[in-house]
């Protein structure tokens, strides 16, 4: 179920609002106590303030008292009072009762002063007695309430003031993250185009995590394409390329359904050998992609020349040894029939890996052919046209490559990377199979 926390905007609102709280209302206490602490001090100040300008004017016992009234009414409509022994006299009729240990402190001649029932005491020495005056806190405590009702209505507008002003900035802040959501929803499916700048530091590496994934998506998209289309290719020259043999079988057969003919016979056999060669040759090929690799290191100059290869440089590679030799059979094959032998080999390290370069005596790959000799079927008229799509094979099931160029003769090379043995299945077929 979602709730206001369910959403980033929501949250940081709701830690602002916390903030706030935590900070504004021990602020309010600490005022609050501060200033009632100081009013009962000023107060405090101010009575012995009076009292001592009464004690130098020294008046007589009926003017004390007026004056003792006079200043309980100014401070809030105390009581005054003038202590003479046990004899006590008060500014008014009804008596006040006297905090415990302000005779003792009259008796050793030291003022008093304290807070007794909510009420301040202030009491100076004088004639074996003393005089002074109690004033009620009402007034203090009243300073307090003040305070505290001031902080729940201009402090409580200030707070909502700023709760609404921050919350206009958290929105305004988070706008960016608004626009991409709306960039991300408002997508057509297919559009695979990188997303824009966001313009917040905080969301670019977000977005650019996006748009590699993006990018990683729009190239799986292309291999896809490129595997369907080449898949419609193989199905079409396969089919293409199986038809012929049949059909020349199957009229072979018909002369040998109405007659015996000896040629006939030899040109049944020929096709059938045909088809079980291409047919053998399409098997070796889809076995290849889902081939499991025995890779071990191997000294490709020791392996080519215990094949009659003649190399030059030096290279270890880890590779299977049975599939390498399948892709080298099958160039060695393919010299004998449309180029020249021998063939030689050159050994080439380039990055992680080693390319591995054939290349045979004759006069090289006819120029209409050259960017297609790799694809399965490609061939200059004789032959299955399997092999070197094979060998493309077989560089796909290291994690390699396969190409061909013109190199003063017919020249296929393999790259056989060293670190990677994942298996690479489906690397297009082309001028690098």
Known sequence: MATAFSSLKGRLLALLLFALILFLLPLAWLSVREATQAASEDLRRALFTRLYLLKEEAPG???????????????????????QGERVQFTQVEAWPLPPGLEAALAEGRPYQGVWRGALYVVLPWEGGGFGLAVPLEGVSALGQRLWLLYA????????????????????????????ERALRERAPGELAPLPDPGLAELRPVVAALNALLERVAGLLRELAEKE??????ARHASHELRTPLTALKGY???????????????????VGRLEGRLAGLLRLSQLDAASLNPRPLDLKAFLAERGVAVEGEGVVLADAELLALAVENVLENARRHGRLPVRARLEREGGGVWLWLVDSGPGFPPELLPRVLEPFVHGGQGTGLGLALVAGVARAHGGKAVAENRGGAAVGLYLPLASLKVSPGAPFGEEG
């Open 61 to 83: 016992e009926e003017a004390l008292l007026l004056e003792l009234f006079r200043l309980a009414q100014l401070f809030g409509g105390g009581v005054g009072f003038w202590v």
């Open 153 to 180: 209505t201009w402090g409580g507008g200030l707070l909502l003031l700023v709760f609404l002003g921050s919350a206009w900035a958290f929105a305004w802040a988070l706008r960016p993250l608004e626009r991409l």
């Open 229 to 234: 289309a080449m898949a419609r290719r193989f």
């Open 253 to 271: 057969l018909e002369v040998l359904r109405r007659r015996p003919e000896p040629k006939a016979l030899e040109g049944a056999l020929r096709e």
